[in-house]
Structure formats: C-alpha cells, structure tokens
C-alpha cells in the first residue's frame, strides 16, 4: 500500500524544517514520465549525475556535461513537480574557482527551473557553497563517497573506518552547513558517523548508503526499481523491473513471431471509424 504524501510545493524552508522530524524522502529522475510517477511519494527529486552511468552507459559519473544535466533537468521539470526540483553541478565545471561555480549554477538554474544544485565537496569548496548562497544559489552539499572523485580516491571506498576519516568528514559537514547548504547528502558513510553528524550540524543530513541514521534517504530509483543485475549493499530492490521488462519483452517477441500480435482489436480496419488519438499522454504517439 503506498502512502501519498500531501500535495504542496515543496521549497527549501519545508525541507529545512524536516530536520530532525519527518523522513525527508527523495530519488533520482532524469526524465518527464519517471519524475511523474515519483512526485506524489517524495520530498526532493534529485537530477543526479548517476545519468551518466545509468542512462548513458559511462562507467563513472565524470564524462557528464553542463549539457546532459540541462537536458534531463528540463525533461523532468516539464513534470510539473511538487517535490523539490535538485540538479547536480557536474565535474570539471565548477571546482576551479566559486565564479566559475556560479556560471554553471546559474545557467542549470536558468534554463531548467530548478529549485537548488547539488555539489560535491567539503571543507575545499565550502568557499564556493557560500559564494552561491550569498547570491541567490539555493545548494544541496554532498559529502563522503564521492563519485565525482573516484579517480582521485582510487575506487568508490566506505568513509568513516579510521579516526582521521571521521575527522575529516565531520569537518567537512560543519564546513558545508556553516557555509549555508541547505541539506547536505552522505554517501558511503558509517553508522556512528552519519548519526554523530546527523547530531551535530543543523542541516537535514540525506543519506545513501549511510545508516537510518540521517534526516532522510535517497537512492538513484533505477536500483531500488531492482533495474540492474549488480548494485552496491546499501540498495534495496523494492521491485525487481529488470525480469518484469525481459519477461515482456519476451511475450512480445514470441507473440509477434507466432502471429497473435497484433490482433484484431489492435489492427483498424477500413470499415470502422478510427477514434483520433489524444496528442498527450498516448503512450508516445
Ligand atoms: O548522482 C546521483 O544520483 C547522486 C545520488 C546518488 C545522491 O548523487
């Protein structure tokens, strides 16, 4: 049975307000009809750049443009949303200084009509963070597991195993919520880290493989739709669409080669008035 939240917009106060109290619910989309569906269930839908490894085949989020996340932004906020719209800030298009930070955050923002960005990094680019709020630029934080920095971190590696690692990731949530995030997303991090950061910083924490600990969850909604055969330990599949598909996909093929697809209530014939279709909402017509 599903539970369907009210039907407000959300903004970046209501989801301030969640810390501590109500689950903050969010998952990825990156396009019109997935958006849709998601809308009436959670509180943030995230654009995220996992695009690129879940759309577009890359193996790593880092080939993803300003471009990719405008293009899918635009597609889902033609949703028409209720849940927050969040778009990632891609690498390579904003670490070299906070103005080039803001060009690209502006432009998402722009031509999207998002509602916030999201941006990787800690204590090096709580200067850009605070650089984009002074002017406008609401921004979701996302700190431990970074994807953007696997080439630098040698691999998609759990964060909070050693003291020094605690350390530095509870500086760096301090550092992202002094510097004005509104929430900030933690990815691959230990229980008692997520909670004593969760604890500590006064900012909804959002996490992804990082305990019930946090003020929310998200996960990329293609795993949790049980679409891939492999996906990391903090996923649950909550479905399993990859078999529903093949299992489709396979009547389908068989229907069709057998001859009973299409039949007669498929097919029109010349003697009976063809029924215009609806321009939208027709199944892709
Ligand atoms: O890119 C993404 O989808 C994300 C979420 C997994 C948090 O950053």
């Known amino acids: 049975m599903s539970a369907i939240r009210p039907s407000r917009k959300r903004n970046i106060a209501s989801i301030r307000a969640q810390k501590g ?9 990156y396009t019109a009809m997935m958006a849709e569906i998601l809308d009436p269930h ?24 300003v471009d990719d996340m405008i293009f899918h932004g635009r597609s889902v906020a033609r949703a028409n949303l209720k849940a927050l719209l969040v778009i990632d800030i891609p690498f390579g298009s904003f670490e070299a200084s906070p103005e ?4 690209t955050a502006s432009r998402i923002l722009k031509e999207t009509g998002a509602d916030a960005v999201k941006m990787e990094g800690g204590v090096t680019q709580a200067p850009t963070i605070e650089f984009l709020v002074n002017r406008g630029v609401p921004v979701m934080a ?4 970074r994807p953007q920095a696997v080439r630098a971190t040698g691999g998609y590696r759990i964060v909070g195993k050693t003291n020094d690692e605690c350390i530095d990731l509870l ?17 691959g991090v230990v229980e008692s880290l997520a909670a004593e950061i969760t604890r500590t ?7 992804i493989g990082a305990s019930p600990d946090c003020d929310g969850q998200v996960l990329v909604t293609e795993d949790m739709l049980g679409m891939f055969d492999k996906t990391a330990k903090f996923v649950r599949r909550f479905a399993n669409l990859r078999a529903v598909i093949s299992d489709a996909v396979s009547d389908y093929a068989r229907e069709v080669r ?19 279709l609806p321009i939208k909402k027709s199944g892709g017509q």
């Open 21 to 29: 109290g109500e689950p903050i619910i969010a998952l990825t989309a």
């Open 42 to 65: 959670v509180d943030v839908i995230l654009v995220g750049d996992s695009v690129g490894t879940v759309l577009h085949g890359h193996e790593t989020t880092i080939p993803v443009t």
């Open 100 to 103: 080039q930070a803001y060009q």
């Open 142 to 145: 996302h700190i431990g597991l």
């Open 171 to 187: 500086e760096d949530a301090r550092a992202v919520a002094n510097a004005g995030a509104f929430s900030v997303v933690l990815e």
């Open 201 to 207: 910083i006064d900012i909804p924490t959002i996490g």
């Open 258 to 276: 057998d001859g009973s697809f299409p039949a007669e209530a498929e097919t029109y014939s010349a003697d009976k008035p063809v029924t215009p």
